[in-house]
């Protein structure tokens, strides 16, 4: 079994795929996940981001890539839906994920702070990697001091001010970076379109890139064309 270190240094300088898919979207097959795991293996990623226990569970009988698992929970009543609670969390763990990724934000659920789970994983499963999903560098700064060993800025286009919904905020990004620079691995996560964008965020000092949709949603590359043809007429959601 390997040790944080060995895991987290097979993950740097590499890209992460994210192989996840919603059973509404258009393209969704019982072994979708399945396949865009071997085409993800086939053309040389250094990891892999599942949602979903069965879905980390068949992944794991497929590679000994690091994986990061998550399990999704929407609920009307809170934005947070990250692996949510102790619950996935050890779901996730017992699925086979290496590392597990977490709302790492001061978002509210069920009257606590979202970003307080990570305290709680440290304590209760120290040999766990914790990646933090966040808005921007005082959410990363935050997570850091929790107790996450990776931050992400994948939920940025969650802040009221930001800049796009369809673009990363490349200056914050390079602040997150400095911000976190010795004390935790920083990847770049959310609206990486590009192998530009991918080694743009290696510039500004990405230990690691997560591409997902830009690989294994057709629908939603379909769907950036169309809207910067037609100029953005529809209104997109932010939840996908």
């Known amino acids: 079994m390997k040790n944080k270190k060995e895991i987290l240094d097979q993950l ?4 992460i795929v994210s192989c996840q898919i919603e059973k509404h979207a258009p393209c969704y097959s019982e072994d979708i996940v399945e396949l865009m795991v071997k085409s993800a293996l086939w053309g040389g990623a250094c990891g892999l981001r599942i949602n979903g226990e069965e879905n980390i569970r068949n992944t794991r009988k497929i590679t000994e890539l ?9 609920r009307d009543d809170t934005e947070v839906f990250m692996t949510p609670s102790m619950e996935e969390v050890k779901r996730v763990i017992e699925a086979g994920a290496d590392i597990v990724a977490i709302d790492g934000t001061d978002r509210l659920i069920d009257g606590h702070v979202a970003n307080q789970i990570i305290s709680e994983i440290r304590k209760e499963y120290p040999d766990t990697l914790i990646f933090a999903d966040v808005r921007d560098e005082v959410d990363a700064i935050q997570s850091i001091e929790l107790g996450a060993d ?18 990363p905020d490349w200056e914050m990004f390079s602040k997150l970076c400095d911000s976190c620079c010795g004390k935790g691995m920083v990847m770049m996560e959310g609206k990486v379109w590009t192998p530009d964008d ?20 057709p629908h939603l590359i379909t769907q950036r064309f169309c809207d910067h043809v037609n100029g953005f007429k529809k209104k997109r959601s932010l939840i996908y």
């Open 12 to 15: 740097r300088g590499g890209i």
């Open 66 to 74: 690091p994986i990061i698992g998550l399990i999704k929970i929407f």
């Open 150 to 167: 990776i931050v992400a800025p994948t939920f940025y286009r969650f802040k009221k001010d930001a800049k796009s919904t369809d673009t």
């Open 198 to 217: 991918a080694i743009k965020a290696f510039h500004y000092g990405a230990d690691a890139v997560v591409v997902g949709s830009a690989i294994t949603r």
